[in-house]
DNA sequence: CAGGATAGTTAGGGACCCCTAACTCTGTCA
DNA sequence: TGACAGAGTTAGGGGTCCCTAACTATCCTG
C-alpha cells in the first residue's frame, strides 16, 4: 500500500511551491493572482500547478479558495527555501555577487544541486564567516585578488 | 536581416551540444549512438535533437551522415563545456566533492549559471589555488573545518 | 441590490522533450 | 553477392509547462 508516492517534484513545480511559501508566510494564504506576478507567469498556469500540487498532497486547494500548502508540502517547501538561501547566500557573501543577480542565479541553481553539494556550501559558507572572526577573512581577500585579476584583464582588453 | 537568430538554447539542447564535442574530440565525428548512451536517451531522441542543431546552425547533419559541429556550434559547446569544468573543478577542488557527484551536479548546474558567477567561480578557483602556494591552503583548512562540523553532527545524532 | 472590476477557471493549442515500435539504410562476412 | 546485424530514422504517442481567449465567480461600491 502506497498512499503517497514520493515523485520527484519537477523544478517548476518546486517554484510554485517556493511562491505559495513565501507568499502564505506572509499573509494568512497566498493569492493565485500574487503567485502568478511572482512566477512572471499566467494566471491560467497558476491554476493547473495547484492542481498538480494538490494532487500530489502538497498544497490545500480548491476553486477559488486560498491557497495554503500541507504540512508535507511545507517540509518540501523550506527546503527549497533553504537551498535557495544557501546558494544566493553563497553568491553575496563569499563570491561577492550582487544581490538580485544572486537572487535570479539561486533560483534556478537550487533545482540542479543535491543535499551532498549544499550541505557542503552551508558549511563554506560558515568557513568563511568563522575566518572574517579569526581576522583572516576569506571574502574579502578573495575579493580583493578578483577585483586584481579582472582590473588586470580588463587593462588588457583595452590595450 | 537577420540570417541566424541566437535563440537561447535549453538545457537539453546544449546537453547535446556538449556529449556532440566531447565525442567529435576523441575520434573525427560523433556517432548517434554514442550520442544517445551518453546522455542516456533512445537513439531516436538523438536523431531529433540533431535536426534541431542542424536548424539553429549548429551541428553539420545529414541522415545517416557523419555528426559534427559547425563553427558557432563549436564555440558554444566549448562555452558549455568550459562552464561545466569550472563548477566540477570547484565542487571537487574546493568543497571536497565525490568526483561523479561533482560530475553530474555541474552537467545539471552548468544550465542555470550566468557568466557573471561562473566568472568569479574561476576566479575563486585560482584565489584557493594560489593560497595553497601561499602556505595557507583554504581548500585544506575548509576539508578539515568541514570534518570536524560533520563529525560533530554525527556524533550528536548518534547520542 | 445591480453592475462593474478583478480574480480565478476552463478550453484549446503550441513548444519541447522523451519514449516504443517498426521501418530503412549500411557495412560486413560467408 | 546476398543476407544479417546493428545503426539510424520515422511514426505515433505521452508528459510537462506555458500561453491566449473566453467564461464564471467574487467582491465592492454606488
Given at each position: 500500500m502506497k498512499t503517497e508516492s514520493e515523485p520527484q517534484l519537477s523544478a517548476s513545480l518546486e517554484d510554485y511551491l517556493e511562491a505559495i511559501f513565501n507568499l502564505a508566510g506572509e499573509s494568512e494564504g497566498a493569492r493565485s493572482k500574487d503567485i502568478a506576478e511572482t512566477l512572471s507567469v499566467a494566471r491560467s498556469s497558476v491554476t493547473g500547478a495547484l492542481q498538480a500540487l494538490r494532487e500530489k498532497g502538497l498544497a490545500n486547494y480548491r476553486p477559488y479558495g486560498c491557497i495554503t500548502l500541507t504540512e508535507p508540502g511545507r517540509t518540501l517547501a523550506a527546503e527549497v527555501v533553504r537551498k535557495h538561501n544557501i546558494l544566493k547566500s553563497f553568491f553575496v557573501n563569499?563570491?561577492?555577487?550582487d544581490a538580485d543577480v544572486a537572487q535570479q542565479a539561486a533560483c534556478k541553481a537550487e533545482h540542479a544541486l543535491g543535499p551532498e553539494i549544499i550541505g557542503r556550501l552551508l558549511s563554506f559558507i560558515k568557513y568563511v564567516t568563522e575566518s572574517h572572526r579569526n581576522g583572516r577573512d576569506v571574502a574579502e581577500e578573495f575579493r580583493q585578488f578578483h577585483k586584481s585579476r579582472s582590473g588586470a584583464k580588463a587593462r588588457k582588453a583595452q590595450a
Open positions: 563569499v563570491l561577492g555577487v
